[in-house]
């Protein structure tokens, strides 16, 4: 009997064997991967987070401060937007949204998808290296909700950029339809009409009462960022149950308007609505860091958080001011501005064995980080087309001290750009590009210069426009940034598609004034 075969076919299954138990033992070995939550604050200004604001701010966030000291604060970090859409749109895809069909302002609460199909999402990424996806909170990229049956399955939405839960509100509290959503359809339908004013809710926003919609008959804005809080708790809870990496977008509501403190925290700031709606922020997030400790999951958990945009100035902001606190700490201007004040936030990770408790990092970053930052800590390589605007922060977590961004580039709600390299900011408008004064329509008027150059090294409350004397940094600026356009990207890689025609000038200024300052060092 010839016995060659059946020692062959031994041989390969031994060979087999072994080698799936070396397979084995080295997957038993890797590291497992972390699970990561994001937090992300809605209006909270840089100087709101006490820790960061030592001297001008006033309101009590001991977990915030707290998460601080057993992590990283980045005191340079930029939202990349001064107004919210565009910040969401930013983190999920590590891309500008200017370089959408969003060229100003923000989405309402029944408006179209911005997320386009084929755009890949952090979410979607984490999916792909086994990962459980969750997003809770507020969304604001807008979603397929049928407005002729509330019943209706929503579509294009959390659910089909690569979340396996939902469940939060369509936009902002102050946008209707006043109602949760879980997954893809309403929890409760929204079969009324409400207002919520400041006469009813003792409350504030924008001076008066919140836009007439839809709502859930049972919907309470009080009690949003308890619930949204809440299920953030519970699902934390889950996941140390059945140990699956995860991510967690917990995208919250405040402090936000309408300014809805739940009773335990009316007063406690002695600020008015505000400050408590600051402080009831910092308890949601205390919670939440509770719950991942309690779960025991904090050493292989890293949890970032950051917000949208800077404080609105439509809160009273002089009102506290007044009183010794300063939401935009030492910057100039608000939520909606081009100025620091409408982009620079509080950014802080906590990465327990990695990051040394109680360090600050002072380079630029910016939002749209984070997907680059998630590839390189999971040690992947993201598609040519993925995140062209996002960059690998990982080597600052870790300590480093080099610059990570060649530049960066900011967006006012009017549409106006700024960008960065190193200590130059540029301005490419004459006002705020926002709300405050003075509004471009205002500076154009007084025959203010058109742009606007600061030494960000010298001025950081961009006091001083050194435009006029340094023509050959600004015609510098104008062309990387027409570059930034034109690559469609920031990012080494290969060339890029804007959705839309980009007007980098809004109301540009005369065609020989632009001329000039393109010509100016060549």
Not at 317 to 339: C, M, N, Q, T
Request: charged letters at 20%.
């Amino acid at each position: 009997m010839n016995i060659s075969p059946f020692l062959s076919q031994f041989r390969l299954s031994a060979a087999f064997l072994l080698v799936a138990g070396v397979s084995s033992t080295v997957a038993a070995d890797a590291p497992p991967k972390p699970n990561i939550v994001y937090i992300l604050c809605d209006d909270l200004g840089y100087g709101d987070m006490h820790a960061l604001n030592p001297d001008r701010g006033k309101i009590p966030t001991p977990n915030l401060d707290h998460m601080a000291a057993d992590g990283m604060a980045f005191t340079d970090c930029h939202s990349g937007s001064a107004v919210c859409t565009p910040s969401r749109y930013c983190i999920l895809t590590g891309r500008y949204c200017w370089r959408t069909r969003l060229q100003s302002g923000v989405l309402g609460g029944m408006s179209k998808p911005l997320i386009a199909a084929d755009r890949l999402t952090v979410a979607e990424m984490l999916k792909q290296q086994g990962y459980t996806t969750a997003a809770i909170g507020k969304w604001h990229l807008g979603m397929d909700i049928p407005k002729n049956d509330f019943s209706a399955q929503i579509s294009d939405g959390p659910l089909q950029h690569g979340f396996d839960y939902f469940f939060g509100i369509s936009a902002s509290l102050d946008m209707p339809p006043y109602a949760y959503i879980e997954n893809d359809h309403f929890a409760e339908l929204p079969t009324v009409i409400k207002v919520f004013s400041s006469d009813v809710y003792g409350n504030i926003s924008r001076g008066g009462p919140t836009r007439k919609g839809p709502a859930a008959p049972h919907f309470d804005p009080h009690q949003c960022l308890p619930a949204l809080t809440g299920k953030a708790v519970d699902y934390i809870g889950a996941r140390g149950s059945d140990k699956k990496p995860f991510f967690l977008y917990l995208a919250l509501p405040s402090p936000h308007t309408p300014l809805v403190p739940t009773p335990q925290w009316r007063g406690k700031s002695g600020l008015g609505p505000y400050g408590d709606y600051v402080m009831e922020t910092d308890w949601s997030v205390g919670e939440v860091l509770a719950a991942v400790d309690k779960a025991g999951l904090r050493d292989n958990t890293i949890v970032m958080l950051g917000s949208d945009n800077g404080c609105a100035p439509y809160i009273g902001v002089h009102k506290l001011e007044a009183a010794g606190h300063f939401p935009s700490a030492y910057f100039r201007g608000y939520k909606s501005d081009i100025w620091e004040g409408g982009h620079r936030i509080p950014f802080l990770v906590r990465w327990p064995g990695v990051i040394k408790p109680g360090s600050r990092c002072a380079q630029t970053i910016e939002l749209t980080d984070l997907m680059a930052t998630v590839a390189g800590i999971l040690s992947t390589t993201l598609p040519p087309d993925a995140a062209p605007d996002s960059v690998d922060i990982t080597p600052l977590l870790k300590g480093g001290v080099a610059p990570v961004h060649q530049w960066n580039v900011y967006h006012s709600i009017d549409g106006n750009f700024a960008i960065q390299e190193g200590k130059w900011k540029l301005e490419l408008c004459p006002g705020s590009g926002g709300w405050s004064k003075p509004k471009n329509k205002q500076a154009w008027a007084s025959n203010l210069p058109r742009v606007q150059l600061y030494d960000m090294s010298s001025d950081i409350s961009e006091k001083t426009n050194v435009e006029a004397r340094n023509p050959d940094v600004v015609a510098r600026l104008v062309k990387d940034l027409e570059k930034c356009v034109a690559d469609g990207r920031s990012t080494p890689g290969p060339h890029e598609s804007n959705d839309a025609k980009i007007d980098i000038w809004k109301k540009p200024a005369s065609a020989e004034k632009v001329a000039a300052l393109r010509a100016v060092g060549d």
